[in-house]
């Protein structure tokens, strides 16, 4: 198995594309064996910290910095916010006790999601877990919280996506009713009156992953905040996700760009 996913060129993969190889190399190439035979705890142990390092860093092995998420979270359902890697000895003890029903890893299961980076980014952002600056003060990283785009609050997540006055104005422009949203919840936020309902959660997605990446431009690139530059980068995604999207879904997209092209 070592030498089999060495092979999957792994540092060239991002960490959800891992997170598919990670499950998908296990199901063809243990659930054989582990169906007719209950493995050893040391081993089945082994080969989960060999998965995590995979997943995390691909050759290399994984440093707690690199972990942003804890495996035993990683390891949890989906809708809890985990990534769904199984786990070895619950699926082994599953497959021995015939209740194993093949699980379809959601996010690359449909074609009209999100860049993988971006989906990936969105299950750190529901778990409070991107590097905002509340969370680099947590770790020591920062010694001050404060938001370089409004120097107004602290920037924890939901300040960042909802309440810093820039992503205010944001949400306004495009009518969403940002009242009580967290990012904790963020599916649960109203659809922008704009776009059509279908594929809504990923228009919002992308509105996140655009306020993320300006916010980056003004910590890393010394950018001022600007409307226009956010904008114009929203547009630019808007015409790159569809890409990847059946024929029927891209009129959704070219709703989206009307939406964005007013702004
Ligand atoms: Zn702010």
Redesign the pocket.
């Known amino acids: 198995m070592d030498k089999y996913l060495s092979g999957w060129q792994a540092t060239l993969l991002n960490a959800m594309g891992r997170a598919v190889l990670v499950n998908s190399v296990m199901d063809s190439q243990l659930v054989h064996a582990m169906s007719g035979l209950l493995l050893p705890q040391g081993l089945l142990d082994e080969l989960d910290t060999w998965r995590r390092d995979f997943l995390w860093a691909g050759d290399e092995k994984a440093s707690g910095a690199q972990c942003l998420v804890a495996w035993e979270k990683a390891c949890q359902q989906k809708e809890m916010g985990g990534l769904r890697i199984k786990d070895l000895a619950m699926k082994n003890k599953c497959l021995l006790l015939k209740l194993l029903h093949r699980a379809t890893f959601m996010p690359l299961s449909g074609a009209t999601e999100p860049p993988p980076k971006v989906q990936f980014f969105a299950w750190l952002l529901v778990q409070e877990r991107i590097q905002c600056r509340a969370n680099l003060l947590k770790k020591n990283v920062v010694q001050d919280a404060t938001?370089e785009?409004?120097q107004?609050?602290m920037?924890d997540c939901d300040?960042l996506i909802f309440k810093?006055?820039?992503a205010s104005s944001v949400w306004a422009s495009l009518h969403v009713d940002t009242t009580g949203c967290s990012v904790r919840q963020l599916w649960c936020a109203p659809c922008p009156g704009a776009v059509p309902e279908k594929h809504s959660n990923c228009f919002i997605l992308l509105i996140c992953w655009q306020l993320w990446k300006h916010r980056n431009g003004v910590i890393f690139q010394g950018l001022e905040p600007s409307l226009t530059r956010f904008w114009m980068g929203c547009r630019e995604e808007a015409t790159l996700w569809p890409g990847r999207w059946p024929r029927t879904d891209r009129i959704v997209a070219e709703a989206w760009c009307q939406t964005l092209s007013p702004m």
């Open positions: 938001c785009v409004c107004g609050d920037e300040h810093c006055p820039f």
